[in-house]
């Protein structure tokens, strides 16, 4: 049974009241308080400390303080007055005395809830102001790189229209030009007829000299192309990471020599192996197709499709953390970014993106997403996926 404390003290004035209830050689961390507006608790083992006070206080604005051997309460009065007593009257009835405790233990409780659901309520406000801000930061990029564009774009018309005009002044002068010099052929063609006349009149004095005239031989001329391996003219070709592709390409496709006589020839081959992967891909049998490929990747682990492939696999497994760990080793090594792997690399995107989205991390999916737009402006398909998360994570924000 506990010990009741009544050597504590106090002392008031019209606004405040101050108590000093012993700790008795307790340590302040053993130490258990407990207040509202009419009831007051120190509890610290075997000692308890009740009051039930004369007249209401202010429990927002008063305070307790634990130190020098004492807890210390500084109470702020409701209604500024002198009590005669610390203690109210009823205190010395138990009943009375149990249920201003377990109204005080309600309203506290009360009070508790209420400031859980307002520290949730602004934290879901701090987090909408995040998202917000987020896109908000967003949209000016995106207005700011689109100013950028259509500013490239003026600049460009005005050029191609100064271009314009000065073939245009060009083609007008070489027609003049060319009339010109028709004009002087056509004069110079009338002399030579007026010579032809006279010369007839007074004999043909022109033929030994056309006899020794000799005929123009016919020729070809042989014109040879630079040998490349792209489709694409050199002209707009970005040569020196296309051929660092074409290295890496030939380094990643080598057959690594392994010693393993319970292998067949076609299972140390990484290419056979994609290939069968490929097939128990569109059979549906997932889970081989990641065997295979995994055992391929042991084999050469420089072969980006490998990772993309079962990238695919994974997707359809809903093995989403894996999926994105494959979608990015694949574009680590899709490197340098050329024309002839923007195909993989979008793929790799929309793949890392769904995944993302399938996670419900909408934001690094539309980055994905936008990524893979700029490899394929003209697809369809992406821009309706990529408009649709903008709406979900537009959704979330104003729910």
Known sequence: MPLVVKDFTWDQNDTTVFVTVPLKGVKANKVDIFSSEEYLKVSYPPYIFECLLEAPVDDETSTAQVGNGAVLFKLKKKDPAQWSNLQSEQAADKDVMRQKRQEAIETAHTRSEEATKKKAEQKRLDEKYTINEIMNMEAAERQRIEDLKESERKKAT????????????????????LLQERKAAEEAKRAEQKVVKRSKKKGNIFDDVAQGISTRESGHIEISFTPRVFPTPIRESQTPLEEEWLKKQAEAARVIEIADKDLSEEEKNPLWLRDKGNSFFQAGNYKAAVNVYSHAIRLNSKLPALYSNRSACHLKLRNFFKCIDDCSKALELLTPPVPQNANSRCKALVRRGTAFCELEMYIEGLQDYESALKLQPNGEQLQADADRIRQIIQGSTES
């Open 158 to 177: 005005e050029e191609l229209e100064k271009w314009k005009d000065e073939q245009r002044h060009l083609a007008e002068e070489e027609k003049a030009r």
